[in-house]
Structure formats: C-alpha cells, structure tokens
C-alpha cells in the first residue's frame, strides 16, 4: 500500500529545519506485514529528543529512513501467528522489541533485548525484514517503529494492547516519555515513600520523571532546568522546589533544599555536564540515574574517591528498566486514577505536514511534547 511518510535522507541538516528541511513527506510502499508482524494504522506520534538526535547526526542511524517510534494506534491486520491482536484494537508502540528468549530478556529485563537492539541498530524490525521501500530503493525503520507515517508494519513484539478509553494522543507519550521517565523512578531507582529526588533536564521524559516521583511518594522533588517555563509547570504537577540551572550555586541549592543531597538524582538532559551536576546534587549513600543519551563520544569525570568512600551508586536506565506489557497498562491505570497527569505534557498537535517545523521547536525548548496528529488522535 502507499502512505505517506517523513523520511530523513542525510542528516546533520542546518537550523531552523523548517527552512533546511531535513524530514521529507514522501509517497514510500509499505509491505503486508509478515509472520509476526502487525499492520497499524497510526493516530499519534510524539516528537522525541530521540528523533533528533537522529535527524541532527549526533545518533547515527542507516538512511534513509522513516523515523519516528513514540506512537499509538489502531491494528489493521495482523500477520500469520499473531493470534492475540485483532482489527480495531488499541495500541502502543514500544521502540525497543524484545525477543523474550536473549539472556536479557529470559532475566526479565527486555529493555536490554540483545536481538531487539540489532534490530534497531540495522533499520530492521525484530523479524529481520524491511517493508518499506521507495521503487527499488529501500527505507530503514527507525527503532522497529516508524512512526511518522499513516501507517506502519511492525513486530508484534513492538507493540502493547491499551484499553481504548483512553485518547490515542495521550497513549502515544506512554510508548518512550512515560516508560523512560517514570520507569526510572519506580524500576530503576525503586525510590521509597518518604525520600527526596531531584529531577535534572524537564523534557517530557524528566517531566513524567517528577510525575513519577510524587505517585511513589517522593517528600521532595527538586526541579532543576534552564527554561523558566518548564520549571514552572514541574512546580504545577508536582514538584516541590525548582531550581535554575544557570544559577552558579544550583548544586549548592539543591543540597540545601534536600539536606545535604537527594537519595536520588535523576538526569535527562543528555548533557555530561547534567549529569555530573546531578551527581554533586546526590547525597552520600545516593544514587545518580541517568536516561540521557548525549553524543556517543561523551565521557564523565567521575571522583573514585566519593563513589567508594560514600558508596554511591551510578546506574544508567534504557526505556525505564522497564517490562512494557506490565509497566504500560499499570501506568495508564495511574494516569486513569488522577496520579499521573500525562495530558499535562502535551504542548499540543501538529499535521505531519508542519513536522520540521515541529522539530524547531522541541530544539529550541519552547515545548514539551509536540503529537503529530493523523486523525482520531487527539484527545476530545
């Protein structure tokens, strides 16, 4: 079938994109999905600092490629074998498939999927197939997605069922903002009723990450950025302090709001100078989680006196260290039940038409999470 996709075919496109245009609203061909693969028709797809560390350069992918993977949507037709999703249910897209048979994956971790990240690294679903093409020429997938299109073949390992009370556009943000960010507070962090957080980077991810800690009971959150805006809104959905980043003491500030350091310092920024200010914000005995994903020749200077003496602990956290067919229904439970305000991060919808322009955006910082909406998607 033909559909209309945004195709990226070099990256490192000069700013603004709206004038560069680096994402290309192509006709491609979209393959019948295969065995174990599910045709969806898409509703919604977030715009992710993911994405742009894609069309910047700074996350190299195989090009061209259709890119995309924070979605949601409705199932078309599923493939041969996949007998437990059927025309008209709900999902959503989770960007990191997993095979359930790796070592990962048979420990119950499937966000560290040893075949699923292959998959991802080539352009490929998990099934090891490409469906979309141009003529002879062939599109990669972007993270077994490819979401910025009308529709998409994916793994069925790639997707979970929702209930469809819930409106597509704000299931979307559930698939990579809500999974990393929550899921780095209650999985990775595992933090206790009682304890205190600091939240460092306010994307959408670090914003469901303040959401997060105050549905598990965090006395204080800490909301640290650069954007007023953005600090304001974490001080409306549940932060308990804000702190500007630019301020030369931030770090002394925020050991003094927490008592001598958070028991837990989370950073989203990407930034390796994020990341070792969130480790001085974190108090002896802490531990400093990071989910940001800064050029992949960034290093930190880490004290080895501090980490030993102090036993601290530094963990990285993929997709929230998360189980997505358990973590997705039980957060949407949450976000049902009034605790965790996910509508609040949209900073609203655009056509897939608008999306480089979308991309500005989201690199300027003046939003959150921008959904590209394909009808059907946003909330009433």
């Not at 195709?7 to 709206?18: E, F, I, K």
Request: hydrophobic content about 45%; proline content about 6%.
């Amino acid at each position: 079938m033909k559909i209309k996709a945004a195709v990226l075919r070099a990256m490192g496109a000069p700013l603004p994109y709206g004038a560069s245009r680096p994402l290309g609203i192509e006709e491609v061909e979209l393959d019948p999905p295969g065995r174990d693969e599910v045709l969806v028709r898409i509703a919604a797809a977030g715009l992710c600092h993911s994405d742009l560390s894609v069309i910047n350069g700074s996350r190299p992918r195989p090009l061209p490629m259709a890119i995309g993977h924070e979605a949601a949507g409705v199932v078309v037709e599923a493939g041969a074998g996949v007998t437990d999703l059927a025309p008209g249910d709900h999902v959503v897209m989770v960007f990191m498939p997993s095979c359930g048979h790796c070592q990962p994956c048979s420990q119950g971790r499937p966000a560290l999927c040893e075949p699923g990240a292959a998959a991802n690294g080539k352009g490929e679903l998990l099934t090891g197939a490409i469906r979309l093409h141009e003529g002879e020429e062939t599109i990669h997938h972007h993270l077994g997605c490819s979401a910025f299109a009308e529709y998409a073949v994916v793994s069925r390992r790639s997707l979970v069922q929702i209930d469809k009370d819930i409106p597509l556009a704000i299931a979307a943000l559930f698939g990579c903002a809500v999974l990393t960010g929550v899921g780095a507070v209650v999985n990775t962090a595992r933090i206790q009723a009682g304890e205190t957080a600091v939240v460092v980077g306010l994307g959408g991810v670090g914003l469901a990450a303040v959401l997060g800690a105050r549905a598990a009971g965090a006395a204080r959150v800490v909301a640290v950025d650069l954007a007023p805006e953005k600090l304001a809104l974490a001080l409306e959905i549940g932060a308990t302090h804000a702190v500007d980043a630019r301020a030369a003491d931030a770090v002394e500030q925020v050991r003094a709001l927490t008592g001598g350091g958070a028991d837990f310092a989370f950073e989203f920024a990407g930034s390796a100078r994020a990341l070792e200010n969130a480790y001085r914000m974190t108090r002896r005995g802490g531990t400093t989680v990071t989910a940001g994903l800064p050029p992949p020749d960034a290093t930190l200077p880490v004290n080895i006196v501090s980490l030993v003496a102090e036993e601290r602990t530094l963990k990285g956290s993929y997709i929230g260290t998360c189980v997505p067919v358990r973590d997705v229904p039980r957060y949407m439970e949450l976000y049902k039940a009034g605790r965790l305000p996910v509508d609040r991060l949209m900073s609203g919808t655009i056509a897939l038409e608008d999306i480089n322009e979308g991309f500005d955006r989201l690199h300027d910082g003046s939003v959150v999470r921008l959904v590209v909406d394909f009808g059907g998607g946003a909330p009433a």
